[in-house]
């Protein structure tokens, strides 16, 4: 969930290059919305638990492949460079995407949803992604356990799939790339 800043004025803009030095000395996770710094909430155990396990498959696919697997960098999702987002994972596939912090374009995106993402949230974000040219977005959901995955093609239509965690979430943009979130349901029994 995306909280305002209180200590900044929603009246002013910062630019990408002032955002990232003002995310750099503020505690916290953050997104740039129309100019504006959001603090993110602090993610849960189920949600660092799919993170971690999102990340460790995507790792061996990706092991000596030309793209790079990635967690929490902020993603420019705006022509004129107001806005930010940090998706939990991310995927890129070309080093001139990667400024800094920054990444431009990736190839796939990943949100772990909680139950405080509205679908509002979710709607809006599955539409900056596809205007910021990302071409994968998946969308998983660890109360409901389910997830949908979006696959834009050259035209920019979307394709979406989807599933529960008994399934495998299959990538349409990375041949033979399957993610299993199977073993959810034996960490629930870990921590509760």
């Excluded at 409901?144 to 035209?155: E, G, K, P, Q, Y």
Aim: charged residues 25%.
């Amino acid at each position: 969930m995306s909280m305002p800043v209180s200590d900044f004025s929603a009246n002013q803009n910062l630019t990408l290059e002032e955002f990232q030095r003002f995310a750099e000395t503020h505690e916290g996770m953050w997104e740039l919305y129309d100019g504006v710094p959001v603090r993110m909430q602090s993610p849960s155990p189920e949600h660092q638990w799919i993170c971690h396990e999102v990340m460790s498959q995507f790792r061996e696919y990706f092991r000596n492949r030309n793209c790079i697997p990635l967690q929490e960098l902020d993603v420019c999702v705006s022509q004129q460079g107001q806005e930010t987002r940090k998706p939990d994972v991310l995927v890129f596939c070309n080093k001139n995407q990667l400024k800094g912090n920054l990444v431009y374009a990736p190839q796939l995106v990943v949100e772990i949803w909680s139950p405080s993402n509205f679908m509002k949230e979710r709607l809006e974000k599955m539409r900056t992604y596809q205007q910021a040219g990302i071409k994968e977005f998946w969308q998983i959901d660890y109360t409901n356990r389910d997830f949908a995955v979006v696959t834009l093609n050259d035209s920019n239509l979307a394709s979406i799939s989807g599933g529960t965690f008994q399934d495998d979430i299959i990538s349409e943009y990375f041949p033979d790339l399957r993610v299993s979130l199977a073993e959810y349901d034996n960490f629930l029994a870990q921590i509760r």
